[in-house]
């Protein structure tokens, strides 16, 4: 793996143009992308007055004794859905009743893509299903027909979502319910070759019940796929879900198809908005006593600088990111501390197992100086 380098006074030179900033080794590219400008992430520049002729620089390759792996699950953004395109039902997706055939669904719900401003989250447009009066989705459950969950899904390839083996993600969606007696949730199914690793049933059945293999793995005699749940969500106000997505290097060149689902509210109407995929982005410090693990006492808050990472020494998930920076945020000053969401390491939505207290601007290379430095230049 390739070094970090910092420096608070680099100047690479780059098609004629000196940029001042802190970048990769020998590319023109920020040690953090500056997708969050305005927030806590930003990168800030090298000339700004508080940080210009201050010594924060570090070099810490992966290989220095000491140095360890931190990842942020709420990194950079790799796909995005913001049910912009198409009439009524968003373009691509499809609208469904739960349950098997059999029962009768004529005219159950009126989709339609909204844009008034209190039922839109980001972007454009949101995704909007109202059950028309007095009906609700019907489906074949062991043979009986009952009320069912309304289904919101799109299949895709793996590279249509820009997936990479042996790399952890976040699949978050945004969604709100017209009362409470309702609730939505968020579901991803992974499609597996029949030979997944093992080419036979209890390869892919074995993995339930253990918790390096989250959610729920079905064998159906020709493949076998596997569904990752998220909690249910009964909020009126926007509110995010989100699961935690890893395929193990073996697996995936045997994953042919993966269906994302929205799905839940049996009446009144629903909103979904802004389906993200974020990859986790890597840090790496010296692990050593100037790591502060302890100050934040399970509290978790951007304006304080209190983090959630999943430190991958340890496989085991015990915080919710989601549903923990969501609560901080929803606090009377936004973004305050708060008590972790602790989960069970089997809960699809458990993503991070470590709180760091780091400077509240997070800037590249200041939360911790590494053992030596020096400038480089792109050639």
């Given at each position: 793996?390739?070094?970090?380098?910092?420096?608070?006074?680099?100047?690479?030179?780059?098609?004629?143009?000196?940029?001042?900033?802190?970048?990769?080794?020998?590319?023109?590219?920020?040690?953090?992308?500056?997708?969050?400008?305005?927030?806590?992430?930003?990168?800030?520049?090298?000339?700004?007055?508080?940080?210009?002729?201050?010594?924060?620089?570090?070099?810490?390759?992966?290989?220095?004794?000491?140095?360890?792996?931190?990842?942020?699950?709420?990194?950079?953004?790799?796909?995005?859905?913001?049910?912009?395109?198409?009439?009524?039902?968003?373009?691509?997706?499809?609208?469904?009743?739960?349950?098997?055939?059999?029962?009768?669904?004529?005219?159950?719900?009126?989709?339609?893509?909204?844009?008034?401003?209190?039922?839109?989250?980001?972007?454009?447009?949101?995704?909007?299903?109202?059950?028309?009066?007095?009906?609700?989705?019907?489906?074949?459950v062991n043979g009986?027909?009952?009320?069912?969950?309304?289904?919101?899904?799109?299949?895709?390839?793996?590279?249509?979502?820009?997936?990479?083996?042996?790399?952890?993600?976040?699949?978050?969606?945004?969604?709100?319910?017209?009362?409470?007696?309702?609730?939505?949730?968020?579901?991803?199914?992974?499609?597996?070759?029949?030979?997944?690793?093992?080419?036979?049933?209890?390869?892919?059945?074995?993995?339930?019940?253990?918790?390096?293999?989250?959610?729920?793995?079905?064998?159906?005699?020709?493949?076998?796929?596997?569904?990752?749940?998220?909690?249910?969500?009964?909020?009126?106000?926007?509110?995010?879900?989100?699961?935690?997505?890893?395929?193990?290097?073996?697996?995936?060149?045997?994953?042919?198809?993966?269906?994302?689902?929205?799905?839940?509210?049996?009446?009144?109407?629903?909103?979904?908005?802004?389906?993200?995929?974020?990859?986790?982005?890597?840090?790496?410090?010296?692990?050593?006593?100037?790591?502060?693990?302890?100050?934040?006492?399970?509290?978790?808050?951007?304006?304080?600088?209190?983090?959630?990472?999943?430190?991958?020494?340890?496989?085991l998930m015990t915080?919710?990111?989601?549903?923990?920076?969501?609560?901080?945020?929803?606090?009377?000053?936004?973004?305050?501390?708060?008590?972790?969401?602790?989960?069970?390491?089997?809960?699809?939505?458990?993503?991070?197992?470590l709180i760091l207290?780091?400077?509240?601007?997070?800037?590249?290379?200041?939360?911790?100086?590494?053992?030596?430095?020096?400038?480089?230049?792109?050639?």
């Open positions: 793996m390739s070094s970090i380098v910092f420096h608070i006074q680099i100047h690479i030179l780059y098609q004629n143009k000196s940029v001042a900033g802190w970048f990769k080794t020998g590319i023109r590219e920020p040690c953090y992308p500056d997708y969050r400008k305005g927030s806590v992430y930003q990168i800030r520049k090298a000339n700004e007055p508080e940080y210009k002729n201050k010594n924060l620089v570090g070099l810490c390759p992966a290989a220095q004794a000491g140095c360890a792996e931190f990842q942020d699950p709420l990194g950079e953004a790799v796909w995005t859905e913001g049910f912009n395109l198409g009439t009524g039902v968003a373009s691509g997706w499809n609208l469904w009743c739960g349950g098997g055939p059999g029962c009768s669904n004529v005219n159950v719900f009126a989709p339609s893509l909204s844009e008034e401003v209190d039922e839109v989250k980001e972007g454009w447009k949101s995704q909007k299903i109202k059950f028309n009066e007095g009906k609700q989705c019907r489906g074949k009986d027909c009952i009320t069912t969950d309304l289904g919101f899904s799109r299949v895709y390839a793996p590279y249509d979502l820009n997936l990479k083996s042996d790399t952890h993600y976040t699949l978050s969606v945004f969604g709100k319910v017209s009362d409470h007696t309702n609730s939505w949730y968020l579901m991803l199914r992974e499609y597996y070759h029949s030979d997944l690793s093992e080419n036979n049933q209890l390869a892919c059945e074995k993995r339930n019940n253990n918790p390096k293999y989250p959610g729920y793995w079905v064998w159906t005699g020709s493949y076998c796929y596997h569904d990752l749940v998220s909690q249910r969500v009964k909020d009126t106000n926007w509110h995010q879900a989100s699961l935690h997505l890893y395929i193990n290097p073996l697996d995936f060149s045997k994953l042919f198809q993966i269906e994302v689902v929205i799905a839940g509210p049996r009446s009144g109407t629903v909103l979904y908005d802004w389906l993200t995929l974020q990859k986790y982005t890597s840090y790496y410090y010296l692990n050593n006593q100037k790591l502060d693990k302890s100050s934040c006492t399970g509290r978790v808050g951007l304006r304080d600088g209190c983090v959630l990472f999943y430190e991958p020494t340890n496989p915080f919710n990111s989601t549903e923990t920076y969501s609560k901080s945020q929803q606090t009377s000053l936004p973004d305050s501390l708060v008590t972790a969401v602790t989960c069970h390491p089997s809960d699809p939505g458990c993503d991070t197992n207290k780091v400077r509240r601007d997070r800037t590249c290379g200041e939360w911790l100086a590494c053992a030596t430095s020096r400038v480089v230049w792109d050639k």
